[in-house]
């Protein structure tokens, strides 16, 4: 069985400083770890995805995570936030092969908010 | 624009009707899946469906919940005999091939019932 844990359900950061979302997860196989954003009243929009190879993977609108295997972790960050990153973010884990490789299991959400 | 389209885009319903939720897969996608999000709380999967085949429905309710994907047409997401429970957003996710990732999500239909 997978799951995952979002670190803080809601996170607020000041424009322009470092922006960073826990994510850990548990799987019996090897995973496939995700980032989506979702803002209000809209559906979700994948923001960047682990499968294999390179840990450290690069996203849209700057955003990058590290799959860290020994920490089985998937922590999401940003240098310098922007307005317009404030959305609800969600970390996904889906197992890379087996019969359930379809299903994706989410965290409960990080709300982050950005101050002027 | 050939994303995943869902309709409607909010449905409001009265306990005791029946709630018909929409969804057409992107093109050249013959996979689709549903995801229910409760407030405050992650999408959790429902059902995964093939052209006029239920592959999974691990996440579906036993009773008023049943899904369809037909030869022709969308997915149905159906819910017979709304309760105040049932209030929530679902969502739907497409895929070209089983188990391929990413999924491509609509922009969900959210389920007020009175």
């Known amino acids: 069985a997978q799951s995952v844990t979002q670190l803080g359900s809601h996170v607020s950061v000041s424009e322009g400083a470092l922006v960073l979302l826990r994510c850990n997860y548990s799987s019996s196989v090897p995973p496939y770890l995700f980032w989506y954003v979702q803002y209000p009243n809209q559906g979700l929009q994948l923001l960047l995805k682990y499968t294999t190879g390179a840990t450290l993977v690069k996203g849209i609108n700057g955003f990058e995570a590290e799959f860290k295997k020994s920490e089985t972790s998937f922590h999401l960050t940003k240098p310098s936030a922007h307005m317009s990153d404030a959305a609800e973010y969600f970390c996904?884990?889906?197992?890379?092969?087996?019969?359930?490789?379809?299903?994706?299991?989410f965290g409960k959400g990080t709300l982050l908010t950005v101050n002027p | 624009n050939a994303g995943v389209m869902q309709n409607p885009r909010h449905l409001v319903r009265r306990r005791g009707q029946e709630a018909r939720l929409r969804c057409s897969p992107m093109?050249?996608?013959?996979?689709v899946y549903w995801y229910r999000q409760l407030p405050e709380e992650g999408l959790k999967f429902m059902v995964y469906?093939?052209?006029?085949?239920?592959?999974?429905e691990s996440g579906m309710p036993k009773e008023r919940f049943s899904a369809e994907f037909p030869k022709e047409g969308p997915s149905i997401l159906r819910i017979q005999q709304v309760v105040r429970g049932d209030s929530a957003a679902y969502f739907c996710?497409?895929?070209?091939?089983?188990?391929?990732?990413?999924?491509?999500f609509g922009d969900g239909t959210r389920l007020s019932i009175l």
């Open positions: 996904a884990v889906s197992e890379s092969s087996g019969g359930s490789n379809y299903k994706l299991t």
């Open positions: 469906l093939q052209k006029e085949n239920i592959i999974d």
């Open positions: 996710a497409s895929s070209p091939l089983p188990g391929r990732q990413p999924q491509h």
């Open positions: 093109k050249g996608h013959s996979h």
